[in-house]
């Protein structure tokens, strides 16, 4: 027996109220406990809400620890962006700052540029978080745990940018070797970010 | 405790043995199967094993989607009854890791036998 839409939508609200809030973790939880639940309707034959109720009673430890976050899902993420790098296109961004480096060196574009690089950077990452959360929040009114985990790395380089260029202190001496590891990293983040964004929106994960 | 014999069901120093080996066993069942979703994985171990190994569910999702991130596995999504739902499947890379992870297991197992039961080698 196949579940319908209004017992899909009531094992979506039983997750929403027990604090799943990704859109996509809570897809695949849906599917399980769905499965999960017809096969107990069939084998013990019982209905929805008795069956629904019993397996969730049994197995509530196991169903919200597909829920549960942990450093590792950190690590991965910070080990999935490190790995990006080996891709031609991040290498290929790599040699092309480099390049653009040392022909902009000597003149005052770079001057400029290295003199007012936090605030570029942080103009940029406002604007991306600005624009992230009004068109999920706003827009979708949906939050997707795989788009939302690439601003780990966001973060971090956001923590990075203020303390290594040190906004407040211009007069201290800031290394170009500094300038151009932070561009790599940040220009090879954008394309990382992009890639997944890329990936997500082919997905079907993205519910209209 | 992530993956537990049921046999084994009190003794968390036995669980070890298998938790190790989550990821080879679900690339090798997908080698076989083509593609499968969450669910129907823990089942298939369930039935392979005659309900002996159980894969809980806090152990799988986190181990299918480390192994996505790694390229190891890809992934379709269907609607499938009123819902979504996520097939795994083994990647180009996925699928020679799995030998290597197989021989590995084997070569582990035929070692562990010469150890617990010398005689039968």
């Not at chain 1, 450093?71 to 999935?80: A, F, G, P, R, Y």
């Not at chain 2, 989550?22 to 076989?32: A, F, N, Q």
């Not at chain 2, 199967?33 to 129907?40: A, D, I, L, S, V």
């Not at chain 2, 986190?62 to 009854?81: F, M, T, Y």
């Amino acid at each position: 027996m196949k579940l319908n839409k209004n017992q899909i939508q009531f094992i979506d609200g039983y997750l929403q109220r027990n604090d799943v809030i990704y859109v996509d973790i809570r897809a695949e939880m849906i599917d399980h406990i769905a499965t999960a639940v017809e096969e107990k309707m069939k084998v013990e034959d019982i209905d929805f809400h008795e069956a629904f109720v019993s397996y969730v009673n049994s197995n509530r430890k196991e169903i919200f620890s597909m829920n549960k976050k942990t450093w590792q899902s950190t690590l991965s993420e910070l080990k999935n962006y490190f790995r990006f790098f080996l891709k031609p296109k991040s290498l290929f961004a790599v040699i092309l700052i480099i390049t653009l480096f040392f022909i902009f060196r000597e003149t005052m574009v770079y001057a400029y540029l290295k003199e007012d690089l936090w605030f570029c950077f942080l103009l940029i990452f406002l604007s991306y978080s600005v624009l992230s959360m009004i068109y999920f929040y706003g827009i979708k009114k949906k939050r997707y745990y795989f788009i939302e985990r690439t601003n780990i790395v966001l973060s971090i380089l956001y923590w990075i940018n203020l303390f290594l260029f040190k906004p407040f202190e211009k007069e201290e001496y800031v290394s170009d070797v500094l300038v151009i590891v932070f561009m790599c990293l940040f220009v090879v983040y954008v394309l990382y970010a992009l890639n997944q964004m890329n990936k997500f929106f082919n997905s079907k994960l993205i519910i209209k | 405790m992530y993956i537990c014999s049921d046999v084994n069901r009190f003794s968390m120093k036995n669980s070890q043995l298998y938790k190790g080996s989550l990821t080879t066993i679900v690339m090798k069942l997908l080698e076989e199967n083509g593609r499968m979703y969450g669910y129907e994985i823990t089942q298939k171990v369930k039935e392979i094993t005659k309900g002996e190994l159980k894969i809980t569910e806090g152990a799988l999702y986190p181990a299918l989607h480390k192994l996505e991130a790694e390229g190891v596995l890809e992934v379709e999504i269907e609607n499938v009854d009123n819902r979504l739902r996520k097939y795994y499947k083994l990647t180009e890379k996925g699928t020679s890791e799995t030998i290597n992870r197989l021989a590995e297991l084997e070569e582990f197992i035929k070692n562990m036998q010469s150890i617990v039961n010398p005689k039968l080698t």
